[in-house]
């Protein structure tokens, strides 16, 4: 360590002592239901893998397949000389996916919003930003040289207000919102969403990381509230429900367009290897031939929720497979966490900054693939080591 970097050092002490550090855990097996983690076979609540396609037969072969095909690397920036057929495929597979004119892959979901939303709007322009946003979203509208207001989060009269006040100062308007909330799982209202942007003349811009494969039969947001023709932007990744990796963008012919050629994340770094596109197309058709894996998720997330609420945990706002269990205290919540995984539930504690102060949480996750016998251990955990913490 150097003199120069030693503030880092006591950066980490202080963050160390507010509980807000990440002790990573390796896995040793793949991401699915029921892992092995540091030699500890655990019940896995901490995944994004919401359809259990992480680990599908058919996933991989399709990957190994393009591997054999395509090689292992795209060689180079997808501008420049990495674009490969499967990517085209894939590019037109997400606008049929999404019931859109057009669609296009990104080489993950933090780099649409990181790369996109700094190059719709300028200067005397102006974003519509709900206040519990994901940090892809908040860092894209911050590169921006639109302005950015923020509004309370899913409150359609903090919405209306804002966009009152600002419509007539500004010559452009972008409404942007997660449509599932990544830490609380509660669902934006897109349809009251839609209607006020509409009637102020402003476009909307949906992150659907968490809708896809859960919402609208698996289809996303848009389709859940039948607004595939209205949405603007509908932002995506592969990297959820779909089990693989990678970002997305659907809309009209021009966004596209105009998107890939604009936006410096697309433009200046290597496309992803070609076996995650086949892997990802092959998602896409198993989530749509599929529709009994988004019910037995569905199916999952209510026995949860309602054996948790029932227990006296609370559990936020969830509406979805996201469940917090909310706990408060940032070093409370890793405790909780840590006695979880003691007894063989590996579920996330989620703390500043990825949550704000004082509502630090235990986030589970359900998937497809827990047994119901997987979900009555986890209860019976969370029972067990609740009590005992003095939190139920
Ligand atoms: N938006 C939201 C709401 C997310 O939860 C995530 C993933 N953490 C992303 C964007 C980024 O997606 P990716 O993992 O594909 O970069």
Not at 46 to 67: E, G, S
Not at 118 to 145: A, C, F, M, T
Not at 248 to 255: K, P, Q, R, S, Y
């Amino acid at each position: 360590m150097t003199e120069k970097t030693q503030y880092l050092a006591e950066k980490v002490a202080e963050m160390e002592e507010r509980g807000e550090t990440w002790d990573l855990r390796t896995l040793q097996t793949p991401s699915k239901p029921n892992v092995k983690v540091e030699g500890k076979e655990a019940i896995l609540l901490a995944a994004n893998n919401y359809l259990d396609l992480a680990n599908d037969p058919r996933v991989k072969a399709a990957a190994q397949d393009a591997i054999d095909e395509f090689g292992m690397g795209a060689g180079s920036d997808w501008s420049i000389a990495g674009y490969m057929e499967v990517q085209e495929e894939l590019n037109q597979a997400i606008a049929d996916f999404k019931d859109t004119e057009a669609g296009v892959s990104f080489q993950t979901g933090f780099s649409v919003n990181a790369g996109v939303l700094p190059q719709l709007l300028e200067d005397g322009d102006v974003y519509l930003s709900d206040k519990l946003n994901h940090g892809s979203i908040i860092d894209g509208v911050r590169l921006s040289p639109a302005d950015v207001k923020v509004y309370d989060h899913t409150d359609m009269t903090s919405l209306e207000e804002t966009l009152e006040s600002v419509h007539e100062d500004y010559k452009r308007m972008i409404v942007v919102t997660d449509g599932v909330f990544s830490m609380d799982g509660d669902i934006a209202p897109m349809d009251e969403i839609q209607d006020l942007a509409d009637e102020y003349g402003a476009m909307t811009y949906v992150d659907d990381a968490h809708g896809e494969g859960v919402l609208g039969g698996g289809h996303g947001i848009a389709s859940e509230f039948g607004l595939e023709d209205r949405i603007d932007f509908q932002m995506g990744t592969f990297s959820k429900a779909a089990g693989g990796f990678g970002g997305m963008l659907a809309g009209d012919e021009e966004v596209i367009n105009y998107a890939y050629n604009t936006a410096r994340t697309w433009l200046l770094s290597a496309g992803y290897p070609p076996a995650i596109a086949a892997a990802n197309m092959k998602a896409l058709e198993i989530i749509e031939n599929e529709p009994d894996r988004v019910e037995k998720l569905w199916e999952n997330r209510e026995y949860f929720v309602s054996e948790m609420e029932s227990m006296g945990w609370d559990t936020g706002r969830s509406e979805t497979p996201i469940v917090p269990a909310m706990v408060g205290d940032s070093n409370k919540a890793k405790e909780l966490g840590n006695r979880l995984f003691e007894n063989g539930i590996f579920a996330l504690p989620i703390v500043f900054p990825m949550v704000p102060r004082g509502e630090a949480r235990i986030r589970n996750q359900l998937s497809a693939g827990h047994t119901e016998a997987d979900i009555d251990e986890a209860l019976r955990v969370y029972e067990e080591v609740g009590r005992d913490l003095d939190l139920i």
